[in-house]
């Protein structure tokens, strides 16, 4: 074989993961949108219900063709069943309830925080994962970039802050998810599909029990609602999550968790030319201090490290961690 061969097969694969890194980023900024068209069809829990179920769907066909097993212990899955309400059932309804009042524009960058209250807490829940001087800094601009984006200079005016409150809650608990998953789900031996499979469904049974309690069927059914909730399940959170893994898989977390900083950019860009959403200037300002801040969370000392860094969103896999295992995440990107 020529020497030119295996240099086309490399800038084959290369294409091929960044394809799909496309892909991914282009989803997770889109799954904002999605939200907010479905919310006007829908209530918000049956958005998150049915964003979930279709979820599930695609995570349980990938489960049969790959003939992969569910996790076994009563132990694993109590683990799964708070993952699920951490990271799915919890945090997709904040987004759900918070888009009712809020442009989905604010809401892409709220979920960009998520870095941030995940270095706040691994102070408290990391020990080994104390700050440098460097991710301190990162910490305090990136909370002067959120505090830009809401206008505080001018007292919060012309803002909702209940639905503000809500988007930022949601990145919360995407950061309380992801430091107990880190503790209680990385060693398991457990593949990323069988794990991500488990938390998505068990998050599908939360929120079965809960809507019915707070809503009721709606009297008609629009297509365009319920197209936005069929993708943001169907690719949103079912496929989005296996094009995570292969990337992750194959370039490793550190390039794969660049995409938490493509998301507010594709969903701002969405919102405001699909929607019509209109944006002052401090918005997309602030935008990018929060992105700036949020990367420096994310810097390592320069010592040699035993473990990558995962890439955070339902449950993400690194092969150094070994063959189709779960990895964790660490700040990262977080998922709507």
Same mark, same amino acid.
């Given at each position: 074989m020529s020497p030119?061969?295996?240099?086309?097969a490399r800038t084959s694969r290369l294409l091929d993961w960044r394809v799909r890194? +496309?892909?991914?980023?282009?989803?997770?900024?889109?799954?904002?949108?999605?939200?907010?068209? +479905?919310?006007?069809?829908?209530?918000?829990?049956?958005?998150?219900?049915?964003?979930l179920l279709f979820g599930t769907v695609v995570l349980v066909v990938a489960l049969v063709v790959k003939r992969d097993r569910l996790p076994r212990g009563a132990r694993v899955w109590g683990h799964l069943t708070v993952a699920a309400? *951490?990271?799915?059932? *919890?945090?997709?309804?904040?987004?759900?309830?918070?888009?009712?009042?809020? &442009?989905?524009?604010?809401?892409g960058i709220c979920n960009a925080t998520t870095p941030l209250w995940g270095m706040l807490l691994s102070l408290v829940a990391l020990s080994e994962d104390r700050p440098t001087r460097v991710r301190a800094a990162g910490l305090g601009i990136g909370f002067m970039g959120v505090l830009t984006v809401l206008g505080a200079w001018q007292?919060?005016?012309?803002?909702?802050?209940?639905?503000?409150?809500?988007?930022?809650?949601?990145?919360?608990?995407? @950061?309380? +998810?992801?430091?107990?998953?880190?503790?209680?789900?990385a060693d398991t031996g457990v593949s990323h599909l069988s794990l991500a499979t488990s938390q998505v469904g068990l998050a599908t049974l939360q929120l079965a029990v809960v809507t019915p309690l707070f809503t009721s069927l709606p009297t008609s059914v629009e297509p365009l609602p319920l197209l936005a909730v069929i993708a943001l399940g169907a690719l949103g959170t079912g496929y989005a999550m296996l094009l995570q893994y292969g990337v992750v898989a194959e370039v490793g977390p550190t390039t794969a968790s660049m995409v938490t900083y493509f998301i507010p950019v594709i969903a701002t860009t969405a919102g405001v030319?699909?929607?019509?959403?209109?944006? #002052?200037?401090?918005?997309? *300002? +602030?935008?990018?201090?929060?992105?700036?801040?949020? @990367?420096?969370?994310?810097?390592?000392?320069?010592? @040699?490290?035993? #473990?990558?860094? &995962?890439?955070?969103?339902?449950?993400?896999?690194?092969?150094?961690?070994?063959?189709e295992r779960v990895g964790t995440t660490d700040g990262a990107p977080s998922r709507v």
């Open positions: 030119a061969a295996p240099s086309s890194f +496309g892909a991914l980023a282009l989803i997770w900024g889109f799954s904002f949108l999605f939200i907010k068209v +479905g919310t006007e069809g829908f209530a918000p829990f049956q958005v998150t219900f049915g964003r309400l *951490l990271l799915n059932a *919890l945090p997709f309804s904040l987004f759900a309830y918070a888009e009712l009042t809020i &442009p989905s524009t604010l809401a007292g919060f005016s012309g803002l909702d802050v209940t639905g503000t409150a809500l988007a930022l809650l949601a990145s919360f608990s995407y @950061a309380v +998810g992801w430091i107990y998953v880190r503790r209680t789900l030319a699909l929607l019509d959403e209109h944006l #002052t200037w401090n918005t997309p *300002l +602030g935008a990018v201090i929060v992105l700036a801040g949020a @990367a420096l969370t994310q810097t390592r000392p320069t010592r @040699a490290r035993t #473990t990558p860094t &995962p890439l955070t969103h339902p449950v993400a896999g690194s092969r150094s961690a070994g063959a």
